[in-house]
């Protein structure tokens, strides 16, 4: 639920024109498969074009033990694309004179900090300065444990403020959760059922609600990490994130969802063209998608080891929504990858070429990094014979050794080049070159 140095929501920006010509996915499916075959992605992607679904296909594993196959039609936790959700109903209660954007949350909250100045919109667009209760160092010791409204607002409350409200933006996922507990006071209902009456069933949304505890049984799908195999990971309970993470799909439902919100069958014009202004890179639950010369809008996702992508361009009514339970490579580049079918842009399929590597191959490599470019210090450590990469204050990530002396990150398109003899390292990522001494 919570962006990072190494998850942007970035696609691509030139200054070229592009225009669909004829698209032909035949590559698109070449590109899934080799990530199959190669265990690097499991999950769905979906493209749809004026409300008509263009492409799908599920790849990978729904469940492990016993192995079961996902469909089209499997059920994914989704993250933070929930917010887009939240928000659209913070606005159906803004049209209905239910709330204001202005108005303050110290009624709901006494116990928040500066709550007489947060206003409903700061909570919308992360200008609120509360502090996002996710990345409270003890968080993982009890995601897992279903939690009360009281509990949650008062590990909020204590959480305090990190900059006074509407001086600047800062993603927190308490924002969301707070918003939700508002929405269930205003409406008189819980958040799940404002969801179906308000969202799923007026767009006829068939594999849309607010989860719960995973069950295959239903088509949902587990989430894996990679160490040697797929590994399934612990669930968070989804009393936690509520409004801020809690809904489970499929990637054909959110494209359904973004072109009805987007065609005014959600929320009016009005309406979305306040969640859609950005400040500080942020709108009210939505983000600014680039591609090439394309402005699209959505929102990205992450919770356990699920990891989810939404975007809409309206000038052609297209829309790309992608769903995963275990990954090992960039999302973005799936991504680029379905709308470059789509606009006749070229597009590479990896080859996944590793060297074999021993623990004791990887020491020269070991010690802390600092750079002159970028604050952020690197810490370069080892699991047997796996190397690993820490930024500062941010989760580690494992690497894969592509060539003598270079190291691939590429679920963030990360690539590290060390020189043992000059005591060095180069980061790149995203187009950026970054040079780093070790300390």
């Known amino acids: 639920m919570k962006p990072n140095l190494f998850t942007c929501f970035l696609l691509a920006l030139t200054s070229l024109c592009i225009y669909a010509q004829n698209p032909d996915y035949t590559k698109l499916d070449s590109l899934l498969n080799s990530l199959e075959a ?54 159906k209660a803004i049209e209905n004179d239910k709330l204001k954007l202005d108005e303050t949350i110290e009624t709901y909250f006494p116990e928040i900090e500066n ?19 996710t990345s409270r160092e003890d968080y993982k010791e009890w995601d897992t444990q279903a939690k009360t409204r009281d509990e949650l607002v008062q ?43 308000k969202i799923i069933e007026p767009i006829g949304l068939r594999n849309t609600y607010v989860g719960g505890k995973t069950d295959i049984t239903k088509n949902e799908a587990y989430s894996f990490s990679y160490s040697e195999g797929w590994q399934k990971m612990s669930e968070t309970d989804l009393s936690i994130p509520l409004g801020a993470g809690a809904i489970v799909s499929t ?36 983000f600014q998608v680039p591609f090439y010369d394309k402005i699209g ?13 939404l975007a809409y361009f309206p000038e052609d009514y297209l829309a790309v929504a ?27 399929i990896p080859t996944f070429k590793t060297i074999p590597i021993t623990s004791e191959d990887l020491d020269p490599y070991l010690g802390v990094y600092s750079s002159l470019q970028i604050p952020l210090k690197i810490t370069i450590t080892k699991d047997k014979n796996t190397l690993i990469g820490q930024a500062t204050g941010q989760p580690s990530f494992p690497m894969e050794a592509v060539e003598r002396d270079v190291f691939e990150f590429k679920p963030a398109g990360v690539r ?13 990522q995203g187009g950026g070159v970054f040079k780093y001494s070790k300390e």
């Open 297 to 309: 809008f959505g929102h990205n996702g992450g919770i356990d080891g699920f990891t989810s992508v």
């Open 251 to 286: 990637p054909s439902d959110l494209t359904i969802f973004i072109d009805a919100l987007f065609k005014g069958q959600l929320i009016s014009q009005e309406s979305l063209s306040t969640m859609r202004t950005i400040s500080d890179n942020y709108g009210m639950g939505i």
């Open 322 to 348: 992608l769903a995963s339970n275990g990954t090992r490579y960039s999302n973005n580049d799936i991504i680029i990858a379905a709308l470059s079918s789509y606009y006749g842009k070229p597009f590479e």
């Open 416 to 428: 590290l080049e060390f020189d043992p003899v000059e005591n060095s390292m180069t980061l790149k």
């Open 155 to 197: 590990i909020i409350a204590k959480g305090g403020s990190i900059f006074d409200p509407n001086s600047k933006a800062e993603y927190s996922n308490s924002n969301y959760v707070l918003l939700t507990f508002i929405l269930e006071d205003t409406f008189g209902i819980p958040y799940s059922e404002l969801v179906r009456r």
């Open 38 to 91: 190669n265990n690097r992605f499991m999950g769905s992607l979906a493209l749809s074009q004026n409300g008509k679904l263009l492409y799908t296909k599920a790849i990978g594993y729904a469940a492990m033990a016993p192995e079961k196959k996902p469909t089209v039609a499997t059920k994914y936790r989704i993250g933070s694309i929930t917010k887009m959700f939240t928000s659209a109903l913070v606005f």
């Open 115 to 133: 709550a007489d100045k947060i206003t409903i919109g700061n909570l919308l667009n992360h200008r609120s300065g509360i502090f996002n209760f």
